[in-house]
Every structure is written in C-alpha cells, then in structure tokens.
C-alpha cells in the first residue's frame, strides 16, 4: 500500500547539508498497522512528510495505493491538482491536533470537506458520521478549548478520515497524551484499522504503542531503516533490536562460569517440558533468571531467561537442542569473563551479524531516548 524506495531528504540551509534520509525503502501492506520508531532526528518525521510529499524527497520514489507520488509531484499545475487529489486520499494525524481553535469541533471535521468541494449538507452529514465514529456525536457543537487532549486527538483522527483515505499516518498522534489516553487512542487507531480497513503508518517514539497496536515495524536510525519486519518476523531474528526492546526480559549470571540465554516461543510452544527435557537429556541444572509472557502485535509470546552451567563452549550442543525443538535462542553471557559482563548477545556461533553485535551491550536496549548510546 505504500512503498518507498531509495528515499533519501538532504535539507540545506544556510550552506549546511543535512541527511535526513539516506536511502529509506520500506513497505508497508494494505491493512496494516505499521510502526516507525527511532531517535529523536533520526529522520522519522521526515519519512512521513516525504510519504505525502508534504517534503520533496531528493531522490529516491513513494508510492501510495499505486499510484507514483513522486512522478505527479513537479509536472506542472495539471500535476499539483493529481498530487492535491492523491493527497486528499491520506489522512493525517498530528502531535499537537493542529484544530482551528475559533471553529467547533464539526466545522473543524468539516474543514477538509470544503476543500473537497462538497455541498453544506453533505459536509454536515459527513461530519456528524465521522464524529460518532470517533466517539464524539455529542461534542459537534463544543470548541476545541472544551475538550480534552484525548478529544481533541479524536476529532484530529476525524479530519483526518474525512477524505476518505485509504492510508492513514499519524506522527506522534499519542505523544501529547496520558498512558491511558494514549491506549484510548491506539484502540480507536486499531478499531479504525480493521472496520475501515484502514492501512495505518505510525511514527512513535514509545515501544509500547508498536508493542500494542503494530502489525509490522521498522527501527531508523540516521536517516537508514536498519531493522523492520512483522513483529513475529523481528521476534525471531536473533539480535533483533527491536524484538529485544519490545520483549524485555532480565536477570543476571550468578557466577562466571555460567551461560545465560534468552528463550522465544510463542504461545502454544510448551516449553515448560522442553526445558526439563534438557535437564534430564544433558543431566544438568538450570535456573530460570526472570520470564515473561506478553501479547506483541496481537499474539501470545514468551521469553525465558535461564542459565545453564559451564560456558558457552560447553553448552553447544543443549543450545542446539533448544533451537532444534523451533526456539529461538539468543546468547546472553557466557562468554570469555575477559571481555566483561557487557559483551552481552555478541557471543556464540552466530555472532557475527551486524544487527547482533549492535545489540551487545544489553538485552533491552533503548532505542529511542536522546542520547542513549
Ligand atoms: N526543515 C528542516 N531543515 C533542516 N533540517 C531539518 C529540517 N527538518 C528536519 N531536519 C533535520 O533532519 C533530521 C531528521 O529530523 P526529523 O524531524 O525527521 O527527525 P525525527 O526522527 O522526527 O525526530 P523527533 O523524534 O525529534 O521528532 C534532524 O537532524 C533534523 O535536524
Ligand atoms: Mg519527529
């Protein structure tokens, strides 16, 4: 549904260049919900201005619902009506609501729709529609200054829908909110989603809104996507960033002489009896350092932290013995005591992986903060 590809915005001012985006392809199905997430100026904002081409990319195309953006923007006037009459088919939703303050909540939805060209009652009709499926038939008459923030995401969320859109994106939609407010919203985002069949592009800079509404998401840092995939899919890469940011779990070696490894399985995997099968096959103990059961984009999964005696070299061959049973397995500790207990997932066979040392130096990385690595 939308598609970019070799997306790249290099801003200039003042003789300075900046790379907003270096190269973004993403593809995001019909239907779904899809999450961006990322460092503050890791060029999220960016990505969704130049998916409406509200910003000209520098280079690169952004196709939405099959139709090349990038080709009707800058052939002439003819064009700018083709690109207007694209764009009016995404909605978008905004941190700050951006509501005119001297109109009531149903001039406000109204507003897109006389730019559409339609008729005072047809606005009307459309407006009050929109506003109880909102949650807010009641409100058409209030000003935005009588509502609260989470209201006035709503009517923000109406507006947006008023084209009829097939896309919606929403930069920091939640952002402005209260955790509970925040899961209102994301609810209403979801409900829209799949009564609508509405295809959903969300930046966000909080894991909890791709934990609970995302069906895909993807990680940018400096203008570069370097992960993304559907949830499952992150979740069962080994060292994905973002699986280990969504799916936390903790606990810590009790000695040196010992391998920690984070178990995946989702839902129905008993591994309950895998782990005292492996107990009983290898003849060893294993302790069970933290565990945790969660719903990740709509599907029940669990990781498991355990730790097994000896060092990795020692435990080759129960780690395959878990990862022949389907589950994933990543290596905590267990390394060489030399390199630190900070050397985290970045051991073992399969350590090689760019993606996996990235996320060496803990389990649950922070993705997002300003300045956290
Ligand atoms: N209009 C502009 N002119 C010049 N530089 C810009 C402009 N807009 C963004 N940038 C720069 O581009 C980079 C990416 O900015 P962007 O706003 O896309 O980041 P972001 O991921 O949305 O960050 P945040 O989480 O803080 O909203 C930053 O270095 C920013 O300073
Ligand atoms: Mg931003």
Redesign the pocket.
């Known amino acids: 549904m939308i598609t970019t590809t070799g997306l790249t915005?290099v801003?200039?001012?003042r003789g300075?260049e900046?790379?907003?985006?270096d190269g973004v392809d993403l593809h995001v199905r019909e239907g779904e919900v899809y999450g961006v997430i990322?460092?503050?100026?890791?060029?999220?904002?960016?990505?969704?201005?130049c998916v409406n081409l509200l910003?000209r990319p520098t280079s690169g195309t952004v196709t939405v619902d099959g139709v090349d953006l990038t080709a009707l923007a800058g052939k002439g006037p003819r064009a700018g009506r083709e690109l207007r009459a694209a764009r009016s088919r995404i909605g978008m939703v905004f941190q700050h609501f951006n509501l005119l303050s001297s109109r009531t909540v149903q001039s406000n939805v109204e507003l897109p729709l006389e730019i559409l060209g339609l008729s005072g009652r047809e606005r009307s009709r459309k407006a009050l529609e929109l506003l109880d499926l909102v949650g807010l038939a009641d409100k058409a008459r209030s000003y935005p200054s009588q509502l609260s923030g989470g209201q006035k995401q709503r009517v923000g969320i109406a507006r947006a829908l008023a084209g009829d859109p097939k896309v919606l994106l929403s930069?920091?939609a939640t952002s402005a909110l209260d955790p509970e407010t925040t899961r209102s919203i994301l609810q209403l985002l979801r409900d829209l989603n799949e009564r609508l069949g509405l295809t959903v592009l969300l930046?966000t800079?909080e894991m909890d809104v791709v934990k609970s509404v995302c069906d895909s998401a993807a990680l940018?840092e400096r203008?570069r996507v370097v992960e993304s995939g559907t949830v499952g899919e992150l979740l069962a890469t080994p060292g994905s960033q973002l699986a280990a940011a969504l799916f936390p779990v903790s606990g810590a070696a009790s000695g040196d002489d010992r391998t920690v490894v984070d178990v995946t399985f989702h839902g129905d995997a008993a591994t309950q009896p895998v782990i005292s099968q492996l107990s009983r096959t290898y003849n060893i103990d294993i302790s069970i350092l933290g565990a945790a059961m969660d719903t990740v984009g709509g599907r029940q999964v669990g990781r498991m932290r355990i730790e097994l005696p000896g060092r990795f070299e020692e435990n080759v061959v129960p780690i395959g013995f878990l990862r022949e049973q389907g589950l994933q397995v990543d290596i905590v500790t267990g390394q060489d005591p030399e390199s630190g207990p900070a050397a985290g997932r970045a051991t073992g066979p399969d350590s090689a992986s760019p993606a996996e040392s990235a996320s060496a130096s803990t389990s649950a990385p922070n993705l997002?903060k300003?300045g956290a690595r």
């Open positions: 915005k801003y200039r001012s300075r900046v790379t907003a985006l990322g460092q503050s100026g890791a060029g999220k904002s960016s990505l969704i201005r910003e930069d920091e930046i800079h940018m203008g997002v300003d």
